[in-house]
């Protein structure tokens, strides 16, 4: 991983995970569905947390959502992250009802503020979705 | 007091506490032994009296189930590692009790022991997470920043202010109140008093937690000995009777049905606490909370029932939990003054509490006290109700 400052963390794809990278390279974000409730899920989700079924699959979002709630960071949580603060973090409810930790990319967040999904593209590691204000 | 109280089925018969902070030169099974010693010595036993010991491993993966032959026990009847975070010890406590209820057992050592501090490092250093970390979504969590538990619990206590108008000065209460319960309590970390324009000043860790909203971090152990509530009246010290338990693990929802940060296990645990001993809210003395944060303190304070949703903010500023309150709750300053053991923080003083031996900080009635355990991202509940009757 790279040392540089300003750096985040370049982020590493694992099996499970890599529909959403390869969505977030293409500008795209995708969460999970279960196929037995339909219940939509975050992205990460392995088991519907409302049928308890397994079978789940990938579907588009609309990369639109609202801050329900946020934290802005202003000591570092360990020396990774030291030129980094203050940062400020949060979860989106997507408009289709799962949450997403993202990192949320605004001066004003407050309660319901409707978001955006952008996408950085590192040099090393993953894409991901940073949220910002919705026009 | 009801007829339940009268019979309880197990008490608490000793405690042990080791040195607590920067405890260096010692394991934490070395530490789990010693704690494991001094709680049988406290009872009136010896260590080879002990024929149950559950085992509650740190964060550095001990002490395990070989605490056994540490301390040369043969023949357990009871032997197991209990993990469910900071709920551990109300879990291991209720099995203690259930099993010397059915006759399994008649004197249960329960342990935990934990060394996360290392000389020159510093507590965010003991918990937080190495920058060449995990892959896939936990990488992606590494990726946005979001490692800590600090900032997990920053993240839950925000929506409670933001959907019931809960503010950082009213946290700051709690932390002021267990600071001035701190002074008189000669086993914790911190006694210098604060005052709230000190919790307000101290550094914005992760928005909206200060650096006064936060637990400390310490190397050591504590252990209790669980025994028959008939058998603890002969032994050395005043019993503390185990009235009521009850476990809550919500599970964490992550859409739009979750209740995130406004409500927790302790809302379905602490009722079914109080009524297995048969007790309402009404008749707690005493609260011996876990406060990983001031945050977590509050919203148990709703979650119990001591005053009503939404209002915890409101509740915990009137001052009922300060010495001179009517609700004495962490009087020996709590894992955000004295030291932080995880659940037996809170369990520690609940027990010194019960028997009468908390000295200066000593409260009148203790008769009903209700301990709480947490663990993960609020996703483990244990809830304890003691008494301080049987003496």
């Given amino acids: 991983m790279t040392e540089t400052p300003d750096a985040w963390p370049a982020i590493q794809r694992d099996t499970k995970s890599a529909p959403f990278f390869d969505a977030a390279a293409r500008d795209e974000l995708v969460i999970k569905r279960c196929t037995g409730c339909g219940q939509a899920l975050p992205p990460e989700a392995l088991v519907c947390t409302t049928c308890a079924g397994t079978a789940l699959d990938w579907i588009p979002a609309e990369g639109s959502g609202t801050l329900l709630t946020w934290t802005t960071v202003h000591r570092a949580p360990n020396r990774a992250y030291t030129d980094l603060v203050p940062y400020t973090v949060g979860i989106v409810e997507l408009s289709e009802g799962p949450w997403l930790y993202a990192r949320v990319d605004t001066a004003r967040p407050s309660p319901d503020l409707p978001l955006r999904a952008e996408f950085v593209h590192p040099g090393d590691g993953e894409s991901y979705p940073v949220f910002t204000a919705a026009e | ?391």
């Fill in chain 2, 1 to 391: 007091m009801s007829d339940q109280l009268e019979q309880p089925p197990a008490a608490i018969a000793g405690l042990g506490l080791t040195d607590v902070g920067k405890v260096y030169d010692r394991s934490a099974t070395d530490l789990a032994a010693e704690a494991v010693r001094l709680a049988a010595n406290d009872a009136g036993l010896a260590v080879s009296d002990l024929d149950g010991l559950l085992v509650s491993p740190g964060t550095q993966g001990a002490p395990k189930l070989s605490l056994q032959k540490v301390l040369g026990l043969r023949d357990l009847r009871l032997l197991a590692e209990i993990n469910a975070l900071g709920a551990s010890p109300g879990v291991m406590i209720a099995h203690a009790a259930a099993t010397i209820a059915m006759g399994g057992a008649s004197a249960v050592a329960c342990v935990f022991a934990d060394t996360p501090l290392k000389p020159k490092g510093s507590g965010r250093d003991a918990f937080g997470t190495p920058r060449s970390g995990p892959r896939g979504f936990a990488g992606y969590h590494a990726g946005i920043g979001l490692v800590s538990p600090n900032l997990f619990y920053a993240l839950a206590a925000r929506r409670h202010f933001a959907t019931y108008g809960t503010t950082s000065e009213q946290l700051g209460a709690i932390a002021v109140a267990q600071r001035a319960w701190a002074a008189d309590n000669p086993a914790a970390q911190f006694r210098e008093p604060i005052s709230l324009a000190q919790h307000q000043e101290s550094p914005l860790i992760a928005d909206p937690l200060h650096l006064y909203d936060i637990c400390l971090v310490s190397n050591g152990a504590a252990a209790v000995i669980v025994t028959s509530a008939e058998r603890a009246r002969d032994l050395a010290q005043p019993p503390v009777d185990i009235l009521g338990w009850a476990q809550a693990h919500p599970g964490r929802v992550q859409h739009d049905d979750s209740d995130f940060g406004l409500r927790t296990g302790a809302a379905d645990a602490g009722p079914r606490a109080l009524r297995m001993a048969g007790v309402r809210v009404e008749d707690v003395d005493l609260l011996q909370l876990y406060d990983c944060y001031t945050y977590t303190v509050m919203v148990t304070l709703e979650d119990y029932g001591f005053c009503p949703k939404g209002e915890g903010g409101k509740f915990v500023a009137e001052g009922h939990l300060a010495p001179g309150g009517d609700l004495p709750c962490n009087t020996g300053g709590g894992q955000l003054s004295a030291f932080y053991l995880t659940g037996f923080t809170p369990l520690v003083e609940a027990v010194v509490q019960g028997r009468g031996q908390a000295g200066a900080r000593q409260v009148d009635q203790r008769d009903v006290i209700m301990v709480s355990g947490n663990g993960g991202i609020l996703e483990h509940h244990a809830t304890l109700i003691l008494s301080g009757a049987g003496r």
